[in-house]
């Protein structure tokens, strides 16, 4: 009922920058927390940032100071500005929406993931 289409990442040498995308699309109602994940082979899923409608953030720590997330509710598209990016930083960025649709049933939603390469 939901999409979500991520973009923007890519190789990036250390000390780089890279801005992701992603677009919620669908039988859209509200949407409600967006936020970013990231995963590495053989590790869970771990949370990179998250952002309310009304613009409240959270970061987690190894991204605070670096990262920055922000939101275009007119467009439903969430965006994680990447700065100073280590080799750490390596790994595949998921979206996930907390959304409700047009039926108002409260549906979570993740995107394909896009890779993260931060090497020299």
């Known amino acids: 009922q939901v999409q979500l289409v991520e973009s923007g990442g890519g190789l990036v040498q250390p000390g780089g920058s890279l801005r992701l995308s992603c677009a919620a699309s669908?039988?859209?109602?509200?949407?409600?927390?967006m936020g970013w994940y990231r995963q590495t082979p053989g590790k869970q899923r771990e949370l990179v940032a998250t952002?309310?409608?009304?613009?409240?953030?959270n970061y987690a720590d190894y991204v605070t100071g670096r990262f920055t997330i922000s939101r275009d509710n007119a467009k439903n598209t969430v965006y994680l500005q990447m700065n100073s990016l280590k080799p750490e930083d390596t790994a595949v960025y998921y979206c996930?929406?907390?959304?409700?649709?047009?039926?108002?049933?409260?549906?979570?939603?993740w995107g394909q993931g896009t890779q993260v390469t931060v090497s020299s």
């Open positions: 669908g039988r859209i109602f509200r949407v409600n927390a």
């Open positions: 996930n929406a907390d959304t409700i649709v047009v039926t108002l049933r409260h549906l979570e939603y």
């Open positions: 952002i309310t409608s009304g613009g409240s953030t």
